[in-house]
């Protein structure tokens, strides 16, 4: 059976920093594209960061770029997802996600792409 399980979420002022990391079992994701998406109340969930196969590709929204950093270990089936200099609006539900597509490409950004999900874990920033 496949897990993905998030962790790192926590309460943090305008400013900080968290790293949240997500790590998998039950399948190896090393030809899988790893992406970290985010849901705020109601919102849409959206991307916020992708990497590719072996990490070497990555991409970011808009909103997140020269913040937030992905990397990820296959070694180990984990991936993190370094953000930095936090804003109230990044609060929010990450969710860690695998698609089974190994590239970065035009479907990344959209969720349906994705085929396992963790549960998510709740980033507060305050202001």
């Known amino acids: 059976q496949v897990h993905v399980v998030e962790s790192g979420g926590g309460l943090v002022e305008a400013g900080g920093s968290l790293r949240l990391s997500c790590a998998a079992s039950?399948?190896?994701?090393?030809?899988?594209?790893m992406g970290w998406f985010r849901q705020a109340p109601g919102k849409e969930r959206e991307l916020v960061a992708a990497?590719?196969?072996?990490?070497?590709?990555?991409d970011y929204a808009d909103s997140v770029k020269g913040r937030f950093t992905i990397s990820r270990d296959n070694a180990k089936n984990t991936v993190t997802l370094q953000m930095n200099s936090l804003k109230p609006e990044d609060t929010g539900v990450y969710y860690c996600?695998?698609?089974?597509?190994?590239?970065?490409?035009?479907?990344?950004?959209?969720?349906?792409?994705?085929?396992?999900w963790g549960q998510g874990t709740q980033v507060t920033v305050s202001s």
């Open positions: 996600a695998a698609s089974s597509s190994p590239l970065l490409e035009g479907s990344t950004w959209y969720s349906a792409s994705y085929d396992y």
């Open positions: 039950g399948h190896t994701f090393s030809g899988y594209v």
């Open positions: 990497a590719s196969w072996s990490g070497d590709s990555t």
